[in-house]
C-alpha cells in the first residue's frame, strides 16, 4: 500500500533553508517528507523536473467584492485568479457591502468563501470609531488583521486625532495587527478641484507628501497606544525614508510594511499608457519611486509584498476616459502577481528565495499563518505553485479567471508561468484551468500570542 497521496518529482524546491533538487511527498494534505521518495511511495505523482516549486503565494491585501460587489467580483472569480496565479491563500479586505464591521458579517462572509472558493481564505475586519464594541467578537471569531482607513467613503474611515487613538487603544489591548491605509482625503479633495482629471492631475492631487505626511501622526498615535500598525500600500521613495525612520524608532514588530507589484514595476508612463485600466491609489508614480521600493526592499524596510487586487466592471473604468476623477480605482493583480514579481525580480538581481520571503513566508508569519503557510518544510500544509521559468509569456488580460479583463500589465512579457497549482495537496489550477470544486477552500484563522511564529 502507498505510503504517500501524492508526490511532486524532482523540481527545484524553495525551502527556508534554500533551494534544492528534491521530491516531495504529500500526505493527509499536509508535506510529509522532503527528499527522494521511492518508487512506488505515492499513488499519484507530478513530474516537474526543471521546474521551479515554491511555497504557495499568501497575498495579504486582496479585494474579493463578496458580499455586496459580486458584480465586480465574487469568491468564485477572485479565487480561480489566484490559483492561475500560484495564490494559495487571499486575505480578503473588509470593504464590502455590508463592511465586515460585525460578527454577522463575519459569518456570512465565511459561509460565501467556504462555498465557492478553490484557495483558502482569511477575513480581515474594519476598525473605527463606530464599531468600538464589536472588535473583541471579531477578533475572537479569527479576523486576521483590523483595517483602518483615513480616506475613503464614510462608512470606511475614522476622521479626527482623537477617534483614531481610540481605535488604535482598543486594537492594542486585543494585540491585534492594524492594517493602515494613509491618505489625506480632504486634501486631495481640494488638489483634485485643481485639475481636470488628466493623469498628471491625478498624480498631483494625491502626491507622496500626502500619504507620508499622513502616515506619520497616525503611526505615532499608533505607538503612543501601543498598537502594532502594517502599513499597507506603500508607495514611494518618500514613504520608504518614512517607514524606515519609523522602524529604527519603534520596537522590533511593531510597524511593518507592503509594497504592490505595480507599485514596486510600473510608473506614470505606464499610468499614460494605460489611461483608466492603469488608475489605482495611491497612482503609479516614478521610476525613482520605482528604484526606491526596491532599494527598501533589499534593505528590509519592506517586510511583504501584497496585490491590493482591486477589480471594478470596466464601464466603471471607462467613466474616467478624458477626466479619470469619475473612473473608480483599482484593477485586478492575483493572476500577475507571481510572473510579474519574481521576473522582475530576476532582472533586479534578486533570487527565488527572495520572492519567497516577501510572497509567501514573511505574510504568513505577519499574519499569524505560518508555518502552516508559506514555507515548504514538513508538516506544513501542502500548498505549491509549480513555476516554468523558462515559458515566457504575453499577459494578455482578457483571459484572466477574475471578472476584470483589463490591467496596466497588458502586454507585458513575463518568464514565469504558473503551471500547476496545489492546495493542501488537492491540484487547483493546471495547464491553464481551474480544475478543483468551488468550495474546496477553507476559512483560516491565525495563530494568537506566544503561538505567533
Excluded at 493527509?28 to 499519484?44: C, D, L, Q, S
Amino acid at each position: 500500500m502507498a505510503e504517500f497521496d501524492l508526490a511532486v518529482l524532482g523540481g527545484r524546491v524553495v525551502t527556508p533553508d534554500g533551494t534544492i533538487r528534491a521530491d516531495i511527498a504529500i500526505a493527509a494534505g499536509k508535506i510529509a517528507a522532503i527528499g527522494a521518495v521511492p518508487v512506488g511511495a505515492a499513488r499519484r505523482t507530478i513530474a516537474a523536473e526543471d521546474r521551479l516549486v515554491l511555497p504557495g503565494v499568501v497575498d495579504s491585501h486582496v479585494h474579493v467584492r463578496d458580499p455586496g460587489y459580486t458584480y465586480k467580483e465574487d469568491f468564485a472569480s477572485a479565487s480561480a485568479a489566484a490559483a492561475a496565479g500560484g495564490v494559495t491563500t487571499m486575505m480578503c479586505m473588509p470593504n464590502t457591502d455590508p463592511v465586515l464591521d460585525r460578527a454577522q458579517v463575519f459569518y456570512d462572509t465565511a459561509a460565501a468563501g467556504e462555498t465557492k472558493s478553490v484557495v483558502d481564505f482569511a477575513l480581515q475586519g474594519l476598525a473605527t470609531a463606530r464599531n468600538l464594541g464589536e472588535l473583541a467578537a471579531l477578533h475572537d471569531l479569527g479576523v486576521v488583521t483590523f483595517e483602518v482607513f483615513l480616506a475613503g467613503p464614510d462608512s470606511l474611515i475614522t476622521q479626527g486625532r482623537a477617534d483614531q487613538f481610540k481605535v488604535f487603544e482598543a486594537l492594542a489591548q486585543l494585540d491585534a495587527t492594524t492594517g493602515l491605509y494613509p491618505d489625506d482625503g480632504a486634501a486631495a479633495q481640494v488638489l483634485d478641484g485643481l485639475g481636470s482629471g488628466r493623469i498628471a492631475d491625478i498624480v498631483a492631487a494625491h502626491p507622496p507628501e500626502l500619504e507620508a505626511g499622513t502616515l506619520l501622526p497616525a503611526a505615532t498615535l499608533a505607538a503612543a497606544a501601543g498598537c502594532r500598525i502594517h502599513f499597507r500600500q506603500m508607495s514611494s521613495a518618500l514613504s520608504a525614508a518614512c517607514a524606515a525612520a519609523l522602524k529604527a524608532k519603534l520596537p522590533a514588530g511593531r510597524f511593518t510594511c507592503e509594497v504592490t507589484p505595480h507599485h514596486l514595476t510600473l510608473n506614470q508612463t505606464d499610468f499614460e499608457r494605460a489611461g483608466p485600466a492603469g488608475h489605482i491609489m495611491p497612482p503609479l508614480r516614478s521610476a525613482a519611486d520605482n528604484d526606491a521600493l526596491w532599494a527598501a526592499l533589499r534593505a528590509g524596510t519592506v517586510d511583504a509584498i501584497g496585490t491590493d487586487h482591486s477589480p471594478h466592471a470596466w464601464a466603471e473604468k471607462l467613466k474616467g476616459d478624458g477626466d479619470l476623477r469619475h473612473a473608480i480605482p483599482g484593477f485586478p493583480g492575483l493572476e500577475t502577481f507571481l510572473p510579474v514579481v519574481l521576473t522582475e525580480m530576476r532582472a533586479r538581481g534578486f533570487d527565488e528565495g527572495d520572492f519567497v520571503r516577501f510572497a509567501c513566508g514573511n505574510p504568513a508569519k505577519l499574519f499569524g499563518l505560518y508555518p502552516r503557510k508559506g514555507a515548504i518544510q514538513v508538516g506544513s500544509d501542502a500548498d505549491l505553485a509549480i513555476v516554468d521559468e523558462a515559458a515566457g509569456y504575453l499577459i494578455e488580460p482578457l483571459g484572466f479567471h477574475s471578472k476584470a479583463h483589463y490591467s496596466p500589465f497588458g502586454g507585458r512579457t513575463v518568464q514565469a508561468r504558473v503551471e500547476r497549482t496545489l492546495v493542501r495537496g488537492e491540484v487547483v489550477f493546471e495547464r491553464g484551468k481551474v480544475v478543483a470544486v468551488a468550495g474546496h477552500g477553507q476559512l483560516l484563522k491565525p495563530q494568537r500570542g506566544r503561538d505567533r511564529r
